[in-house]
């Protein structure tokens, strides 16, 4: 049975950092591109950051130079390093599996979910 389990989410000041991981497990985790979403009230989920098996990385424009995404093949498990903290990324945030051989930008793309975790930036 495929798992994703985020965990790291948490209340933080503007200009704060914090670390999300996603645990997985059920799946070949080092053959598939991964990525991270975020998701706010009355919004569209958007993908902001994939990860491909070879460690190639994309990000979207809004977190680019702030948001680093990683992955320990060997523990199964995805990261997103988030500096520079905003009030506007505060956001519901999700683990996700693409498609077998696809990396994930939009929902249609995405394989499995894990469940979020959620982020707070205060000003």
């Known amino acids: 049975q495929i798992a994703l389990v985020e965990s790291g989410g948490g209340s933080v000041q503007a200009g704060g950092s914090l670390r999300l991981s996603c645990a997985t497990s059920?799946?070949?985790?080092?053959?598939?591109?991964m990525a991270w979403f975020r998701q706010t009230p009355g919004k569209e989920r958007e993908g902001i950051t994939t990860?491909?098996?070879?460690?190639?990385?994309t990000y979207a424009d809004s977190v680019k130079g702030r948001f680093t995404i990683s992955r320990d093949n060997a523990k199964n498990t995805l990261y997103l390093q988030m500096d520079s903290l905003r009030p506007g990324d505060g956001a519901m945030y999700y683990c996700?599996?693409?498609?077998?051989?696809?990396?994930?930008?939009?929902?249609?793309?995405?394989?499995?979910w894990g469940r979020g975790t959620p982020v707070t930036v205060s000003s």
């Open positions: 990860i491909s098996d070879f460690m190639h990385t």
């Open positions: 059920g799946f070949p985790f080092a053959s598939y591109c």
């Open positions: 996700a599996r693409g498609r077998y051989g696809v990396c994930p930008t939009k929902i249609a793309d995405v394989g499995d």
